[in-house]
């Protein structure tokens, strides 16, 4: 009885002394803000209405109060400590209307 006894014991300690060397094997992707893509940015055409640029862009993630005349689209995509995707596109209006925007859609390597 007490050699196994042993035995559990040291099968013990070297699995919970492997455990912390074992990779890791699966992180998850997590995708935040709004997924723009160059086809969505090819259909904006300055003069657009907000009702217009939401049917094709969708609603903007940041709806600032000191600035609504200015609309925020962020997107990343991150796996672990992995970044992939990490862009800005921002839209700006007047009077109700698209008269530019900025940022550029990350192209993958």
Do not use: A
């Amino acid at each position: 009885m007490n050699i196994n006894l042993k035995v559990i014991t040291l099968l013990l300690s070297v699995l919970l002394l492997s455990s912390c060397s074992i990779p890791r094997i699966f992180q998850v992707v997590i995708s935040q803000g709004n997924l723009v893509d160059q086809e969505m940015l090819d259909k904006l055409e300055i003069g657009m209405t907000e009702s217009q640029v939401k049917f094709v862009m969708g609603t903007p993630l940041i709806s600032d109060t000191f600035y609504p005349n200015r609309w925020d689209y962020f997107t990343s995509v991150t796996q672990g400590e992995n970044s992939y995707t990490n862009q800005k596109i921002t839209l700006y209006f007047k009077d109700n209307k698209l008269v530019s925007w900025e940022g550029e859609i990350d192209t993958p390597n």
